[in-house]
């Protein structure tokens, strides 16, 4: 082999004693065999997926279908899997079709027309329609290439097997439940179980958990007190924030300022409107001043002393009073 190879490199013009030569055949000749090896083993189909990378693919956005192939007494048997949440609604089944002992004695390879009819049935689906991957899980791991590479054939674009079958997910300790009848009750409760599992939450957090339930429901019955409670908060919080942003001392005296602007502008108003409401002016009615009241009380006497008098004694009297006394003797009601 070794002078083959040698008068073969002659041949084409390359050095045999070159050690880069023999490099490069022995990692030529190492990918193509594991090309070879590739395309015998996963040729006709996507490839192998281990259970866990299944339940990830069945819960990521892409969509996929797992189709279970296994009779149906396995499946009552063994269970299926549990999925949940959006995988819940990416499971489907089929029953192999079997082929009759006769029929299978006169055609030629009577395993791959029982593959070729179930990826017909898979095929026909209507969780698979539109789908581009399909993943087939049997037993053991057995039957599931072979019908793989019929949906291949049939131009579904990305058929995966589960490797190992449903043995290896119940070996990887991945959930299984009876197939019977689902109802809301039993829907809701598994999607409850799922959430939790994915939070995983500590007791620390139960306890809170429960502590703002309470807080909410108490919220909720006590709702006016609720909302003063949460407009103290917001003024308190709103006051905190301003004075955390003064550079200085004058920025809180413009704010005050400001804030004592208006109290300000309604004295001014109020002073303007008070000085409008004189005596004669129009407004409220005011008290006379003394001097208005002498000056009345003095035209009241003088007009007294103009009039005639009946009796003579009383004018002389009343001409020898001074006007002191006259100013004692006049009724001021009349001013």
Do not use: C
């Amino acid at each position: 082999v070794y002078a083959a190879i040698g008068g073969l490199e002659r041949n084409v013009g390359l050095n045999p004693d070159d050690p880069i030569i023999h490099l490069v055949l022995i990692v030529g000749s190492t990918g193509t065999f594991w090309v070879l090896y590739r395309v015998w083993t996963y040729g006709g189909y996507a490839g192998d997926l281990s259970p866990k990378s299944t339940l990830e693919l069945l819960t990521s956005r892409e969509k996929p279908v797992l189709v279970d192939v296994r009779p149906e007494a396995l499946r009552e048997k063994d269970g299926i899997p549990d999925l949940r949440r959006g995988a819940r609604f990416r499971y489907s089944s089929v029953t192999l079709p079997e082929v009759d002992g006769d029929v299978k004695r006169l055609l030629r390879g009577g395993r791959e027309v029982e593959d070729a009819l179930t990826a017909v049935i898979i095929k026909n689906l209507k969780a698979v329609q539109d789908r581009s991957k399909v993943i087939v899980m049997d037993a053991d791991g057995t039957r599931s290439k072979g019908i793989a590479r019929a949906l291949r054939k049939l131009g579904i674009k990305r058929p995966y097997l589960v490797q190992g079958g449903f043995r290896s997910w119940v070996k990887e300790g991945l959930r299984v439940k009876e197939p019977k009848p689902e109802t809301t009750l039993t829907i809701l409760n598994e999607e409850a179980e799922a959430i939790l599992e994915e939070i995983n939450p500590s007791p620390l957090q139960v306890v809170g958990v429960g502590v703002g339930v309470l807080a909410g429901s108490y919220a909720l019955f006590e709702w006016e007190k609720t909302l003063q409670l949460i407009a103290v908060i917001g003024l308190g919080l709103t006051i905190y924030q301003r004075l955390s942003s003064y550079d200085d001392s004058e920025d809180f005296k413009q704010d005050v300022r400001q804030l004592f602007a208006p109290v300000k502008l309604g004295a001014q108003a109020f002073s303007w409107a008070a000085g409008k409401l004189e005596t004669n002016g129009v407004g409220l009615p005011t008290s006379p001043s003394s001097s208005d009241v002498r000056s009345r009380v003095l035209q009241a006497a003088a007009k007294h002393e103009s009039q005639p008098s009946d009796d003579t004694s009383e004018g002389l009297q009343d001409a020898s009073s001074s006007p002191e006394e006259a100013l004692n003797n006049v009724d001021v009601s009349e001013a």
